[in-house]
C-alpha cells in the first residue's frame, strides 16, 4: 500500500519532517510581535550571558519562563543569530510531535492508524505552518498533550484495559506498581517542563481536562492520593527549578508580576487582541482543513467509527481526547484575549479524531459521506479560491485602494512594490486539483482489488503537506512585503551604527532584534521625552505609520528623513 516496511517507519517519517520542516526556514524575517519577542529575549540572553533571567531590552521580562527561550539561543550559538536559528527548534519539535503520534497511534489501533495520524497532522495548514514558525505554542502544546497521554497510560494499566490480568502474582502487581510510580514521575515532569515553556496554563488546561474525566467517570478515583502527590511533587519540583530559584533571587516580585500578567491575558483583551465568541471555532475549522472535515462525524458516537474502538482503553481514549478538545476550545472561547495560536492545543485531539474517522472507513472500504464529501470540496474551492485570486489582485492592487481610503497605514501597505505573475496562482491549483482527485477516489469504493481510500488520504494529506509548502515559497515574502518588510528592512540599515533607534505610535521589538541593540546604553534611551527633548549622546532615529507621527513634527529639530510603505522615518541630530 506504498507504505514502507515497519521498521523503517521511524527513519521515514523523521525524514518527512525533515523534509518539509526544516528548508527555507530563514527565508522570511521573523514577524512581529511573538516570533521577534521570542528570539529577541534569546539574543539578549547571548549578549549578557545572563541564560537564567528572560530579558527584553535588557530588562526582566515577565511574561514568559525561559526554557523556549533556552532553545532558541542554544540554536542561534550553533547557527548565528537569524531567523533560521529562531525557528529551528520549532522545527525539530515537529519531527518529534510526528514520531510521538506515530508511536501512540500505533500502539491505539495498529500501524495503518499511526500512519494515517502521522499525515492527517503534516497536511492540515495550521498544525504543518506552526513547525515552522518561531513561536512557544508547539513545544508547549507537545509538553501537555505528551503529560496527558502518560496519564491516561498510567490509569489505562491500573484499570487493566486491554491486559491479561494474572491473579495472585505479587511479583507482577510490585513490578506494576514501581512501572506506574516512575511513569507518574516521567508524567510530572512534562507538565512542569510545560510550565517552564509559558506558564501555568499547562496545569489550568490539564487540570480541567481531568476535572471533566472525574465528573464523567461518577467522582470515582481513578488515581490514589500517594499518586497524584507523586505527579504534582514532580511537577513542582521541575519548575521549582527555576520559579523557585528566581523567587529566592529576586524576591517575590518577579513571580507576582508574572502572575498578574497571566490572569490579565485570561480576562481582557491582550494588546487590542479580541474578538467574538466563535473565534476559534472557526479557526480550527479553516486553519485545521482538512483535518477539521473528517473530525466533525468523529464526534459523535457512530456504528462505523464504534467498530474499530474494539478494547475499554481504545474508547476510554477516545473520551479523554473528546475531553481535552472541548475544554481547550470553550477556554479559549471564554478568554477575552482571541489569538490564532490560542486553541492549538486542540490540533492533536482534532487531528485524532480525524484520523479515527478516516481509519473506520479505510477499514471497511467504505465510501466518505456525501455531506463530507461536499464539504471537503466547498472548502478546498474556497481556499483554493483565494489563493488563486491572490496573484490577480496583486496585479491589480489599485483595485484594493478604495477599500482601504480611510486606512492611511493599509494604502501606504499597497505602494509596496510587489512582483506578481501569473504563475502564483500554481499552490492554488494545486490544492484544487488535489482536492478533486481525492473526492474522487473518496466517492468510490475502490479500483478493483486497490483500497482506495488510502490512495485519497495520501493525496489529500500529502498532497496539502505540498500545498502549505509551495504556498509559503510564493507568497510569504510577498506578504511579508506589504506588511513590516519596510520598517524591518530600515533597521537592519541601523545594525552596527551608535544610534537609537525608536518605534513611536506602535509596538514592536523589531528595532531591538533588527539593530542588534547592545546593552550598557545609558537607561534613558527608553524614554520618548529624553529621546525628543532631552541632551542625547548619539543621534536618534524614530519610526511611526504615516497615520500617527506620536507628535513628532512639532519638534522642531526632529526632521522627516523619509518613507516607504506606510512607515515614516525622522532623525534627531545629536548637538
Same mark, same amino acid.
Given at each position: 500500500?506504498?507504505?514502507?516496511?515497519?521498521?523503517?517507519?521511524?527513519?521515514?517519517?523523521?525524514?518527512?519532517?525533515?523534509?518539509?520542516?526544516?528548508?527555507?526556514?530563514?527565508?522570511?524575517?521573523?514577524?512581529?510581535?511573538?516570533?521577534?519577542?521570542?528570539?529577541?529575549?534569546? %539574543?539578549?540572553?547571548?549578549?549578557?550571558?545572563?541564560?537564567?533571567?528572560?530579558?527584553?531590552?535588557?530588562?526582566?521580562?515577565?511574561?514568559?519562563?525561559?526554557?523556549?527561550? #533556552?532553545?532558541?539561543?542554544?540554536?542561534?550559538?550553533?547557527?548565528?543569530?537569524?531567523?533560521?536559528?529562531?525557528?529551528?527548534?520549532?522545527?525539530?519539535?515537529?519531527?518529534?510531535?510526528?514520531?510521538?503520534?506515530?508511536?501512540?497511534?500505533?500502539?491505539?489501533?495498529? %500501524?495503518?492508524?499511526?500512519?494515517?495520524?502521522?499525515?492527517?497532522?503534516?497536511?492540515?495548514?495550521?498544525?504543518?505552518?506552526?513547525? %515552522?514558525?518561531?513561536?512557544?505554542?508547539?513545544?508547549?502544546?507537545?509538553?501537555? !498533550?505528551?503529560?496527558?497521554?502518560?496519564?491516561?497510560?498510567?490509569?489505562?494499566?491500573?484499570?487493566?484495559?486491554?491486559?491479561?490480568?494474572?491473579?495472585?502474582?505479587?511479583?507482577?502487581?510490585?513490578?506494576?506498581?514501581?512501572?506506574?510510580?516512575?511513569?507518574?514521575?516521567?508524567? *510530572?515532569?512534562?507538565?512542569?517542563?510545560?510550565?517552564?515553556?509559558?506558564?501555568?496554563?499547562?496545569?489550568?488546561?490539564?487540570?480541567?481536562? *481531568? !476535572?471533566?474525566?472525574?465528573?464523567?467517570? %461518577?467522582?470515582?478515583?481513578?488515581?490514589?492520593?500517594?499518586?497524584?502527590?507523586?505527579?504534582?511533587?514532580?511537577?513542582?519540583?521541575?519548575?521549582?527549578?527555576?520559579?523557585?530559584?528566581?523567587?529566592?533571587?529576586?524576591?517575590?516580585?518577579?513571580? $507576582?508580576?508574572?502572575?498578574?500578567?497571566?490572569?490579565?491575558?485570561?480576562?481582557?483583551?491582550?494588546?487590542?487582541?479580541? *474578538?467574538?465568541?466563535?473565534?476559534?471555532?472557526?479557526?480550527?475549522?479553516?486553519?485545521?482543513?482538512?483535518?477539521?472535515?473528517?473530525?466533525?462525524?468523529?464526534?459523535?458516537?457512530?456504528?462505523?467509527?464504534?467498530?474499530?474502538?474494539?478494547?475499554?482503553?481504545?474508547?476510554?481514549?477516545?473520551? #479523554?481526547?473528546?475531553?481535552?478538545?472541548?475544554?481547550?476550545?470553550?477556554?479559549?472561547? @471564554?478568554?477575552?484575549?482571541?489569538?490564532?495560536?490560542?486553541?492549538?492545543?486542540?490540533?492533536?485531539?482534532?487531528?485524532?479524531?480525524?484520523?479515527?474517522?478516516?481509519?473506520?472507513?479505510?477499514?471497511?472500504?467504505?465510501?466518505?459521506?456525501?455531506?463530507?464529501?461536499?464539504?471537503?470540496?466547498?472548502?478546498?474551492?474556497?481556499?483554493?479560491?483565494?489563493?488563486?485570486?491572490?496573484?490577480?489582485?496583486?496585479?491589480?492592487?489599485?483595485?484594493?485602494?478604495?477599500?482601504? $481610503?480611510?486606512?492611511? +497605514?493599509?494604502?501606504?501597505?499597497?505602494?509596496?512594490? @510587489?512582483?506578481? =505573475?501569473?504563475?502564483?496562482?500554481?499552490?492554488?491549483?494545486?490544492?484544487?486539483?488535489?482536492?478533486?482527485?481525492?473526492?474522487?477516489?473518496?466517492?468510490?469504493?475502490?479500483?478493483?482489488?486497490?483500497? =482506495?481510500?488510502?490512495?485519497?488520504?495520501?493525496?489529500?494529506?500529502?498532497?496539502?503537506?505540498?500545498?502549505?509548502?509551495?504556498?509559503? +515559497?510564493?507568497?510569504?515574502?510577498?506578504?511579508?512585503?506589504?506588511?513590516?518588510?519596510?520598517?524591518?528592512?530600515?533597521?537592519?540599515?541601523?545594525?552596527?551604527?551608535?544610534?537609537?533607534? $525608536?518605534?513611536?505610535?506602535?509596538?514592536?521589538?523589531?528595532?531591538?532584534?533588527?539593530?542588534?541593540?547592545?546593552?550598557?546604553?545609558?537607561?534613558?534611551?527608553?524614554?520618548?521625552?529624553?529621546?525628543?527633548?532631552?541632551?542625547?549622546?548619539?543621534?536618534?532615529?524614530?519610526?511611526? $505609520?504615516?497615520?500617527?507621527?506620536?507628535?513628532? &513634527?512639532?519638534?522642531?529639530?526632529?526632521?522627516?528623513?523619509?518613507?516607504?510603505?506606510?512607515?515614516?522615518?525622522?532623525? &534627531?541630530?545629536?548637538?
Amino acid at each position: 500500500m506504498g507504505i514502507v516496511k515497519s521498521k523503517q517507519d521511524y527513519l521515514f517519517i523523521i525524514l518527512l519532517g525533515a523534509i518539509f520542516y526544516i528548508p527555507f526556514l530563514g527565508g522570511v524575517h521573523l514577524f512581529d510581535w511573538d516570533e521577534i519577542n521570542f528570539a529577541e529575549a534569546a %539574543r539578549e540572553m547571548l549578549a549578557t550571558g545572563d541564560f537564567f533571567h528572560v530579558q527584553i531590552d535588557f530588562l526582566l521580562f515577565w511574561e514568559k519562563p525561559p526554557l523556549f527561550i #533556552w532553545m532558541q539561543a542554544t540554536a542561534m550559538q550553533l547557527f548565528g543569530v537569524n531567523e533560521f536559528a529562531a525557528r529551528f527548534p520549532n522545527a525539530i519539535c515537529g519531527i518529534v510531535t510526528l514520531l510521538f503520534l506515530f508511536s501512540i497511534g500505533k500502539k491505539l489501533h495498529g %500501524r495503518m492508524f499511526g500512519w494515517i495520524w502521522v499525515l492527517v497532522y503534516l497536511g492540515s495548514i495550521l498544525p504543518h505552518l506552526y513547525f %515552522r514558525s518561531g513561536i512557544i505554542d508547539p513545544w508547549f502544546n507537545l509538553l501537555i !498533550f505528551s503529560s496527558l497521554y502518560f496519564l491516561i497510560l498510567n490509569f489505562s494499566k491500573q484499570e487493566n484495559y486491554g491486559k491479561v490480568k494474572t491473579p495472585n502474582d505479587k511479583n507482577l502487581e510490585n513490578n506494576k506498581s514501581n512501572e506506574t510510580a516512575t511513569s507518574l514521575y516521567l508524567t *510530572g515532569v512534562l507538565l512542569g517542563l510545560a510550565v517552564l515553556t509559558k506558564g501555568p496554563a499547562a496545569v489550568l488546561i490539564l487540570g480541567l481536562t *481531568g !476535572f471533566v474525566y472525574w465528573v464523567s467517570v %461518577r467522582f470515582k478515583m481513578f488515581f490514589s492520593i500517594s499518586q497524584i502527590l507523586i505527579y504534582g511533587i514532580s511537577t513542582i519540583a521541575v519548575t521549582a527549578l527555576w520559579f523557585g530559584i528566581e523567587w529566592l533571587m529576586n524576591g517575590s516580585w518577579f513571580i $507576582k508580576e508574572f502572575i498578574t500578567y497571566q490572569i490579565r491575558l485570561f480576562s481582557t483583551p491582550d494588546a487590542g487582541h479580541g *474578538g467574538f465568541p466563535g473565534y476559534h471555532f472557526v479557526v480550527l475549522l479553516l486553519g485545521c482543513f482538512p483535518a477539521s472535515i473528517f473530525a466533525i462525524p468523529a464526534l459523535q458516537k457512530s456504528p462505523l467509527l464504534l467498530d474499530s474502538f474494539k478494547h475499554a482503553w481504545q474508547i476510554d481514549f477516545r473520551k #479523554w481526547m473528546l475531553i481535552l478538545f472541548w475544554v481547550v476550545l470553550i477556554l479559549f472561547s @471564554i478568554v477575552q484575549s482571541k489569538i490564532v495560536h490560542y486553541s492549538s492545543l486542540c490540533y492533536f485531539p482534532l487531528t485524532y479524531l480525524s484520523a479515527t474517522y478516516l481509519f473506520s472507513i479505510f477499514k471497511k472500504n467504505k465510501k466518505v459521506n456525501t455531506t463530507l464529501v461536499n464539504a471537503l470540496l466547498f472548502l478546498s474551492v474556497l481556499i483554493a479560491g483565494i489563493f488563486i485570486a491572490l496573484p490577480f489582485v496583486g496585479k491589480n492592487i489599485e483595485l484594493l485602494k478604495p477599500l482601504f $481610503k480611510t486606512d492611511l +497605514f493599509a494604502l501606504g501597505n499597497l505602494e509596496a512594490a @510587489i512582483e506578481w =505573475s501569473y504563475f502564483d496562482i500554481s499552490p492554488g491549483v494545486f490544492l484544487l486539483l488535489i482536492s478533486i482527485i481525492a473526492v474522487f477516489i473518496f466517492s468510490k469504493k475502490g479500483f478493483g482489488k486497490e483500497v =482506495s481510500n488510502w490512495k485519497g488520504i495520501v493525496t489529500l494529506f500529502g498532497g496539502g503537506a505540498i500545498f502549505i509548502t509551495i504556498s509559503l +515559497f510564493f507568497f510569504i515574502n510577498k506578504i511579508e512585503g506589504y506588511s513590516q518588510n519596510a520598517a524591518i528592512e530600515f533597521y537592519k540599515s541601523m545594525e552596527g551604527k551608535e544610534v537609537y533607534v $525608536k518605534n513611536v505610535g506602535f509596538k514592536s521589538y523589531a528595532p531591538l532584534f533588527y539593530t542588534k541593540k547592545t546593552a550598557g546604553l545609558r537607561s534613558e534611551n527608553r524614554s520618548y521625552r529624553w529621546l525628543t527633548e532631552g541632551e542625547i549622546d548619539r543621534d536618534v532615529y524614530f519610526v511611526t $505609520k504615516v497615520n500617527n507621527d506620536g507628535g513628532l &513634527r512639532k519638534f522642531s529639530d526632529i526632521k522627516e528623513v523619509g518613507r516607504k510603505n506606510g512607515f515614516v522615518f525622522f532623525k &534627531r541630530k545629536k548637538d
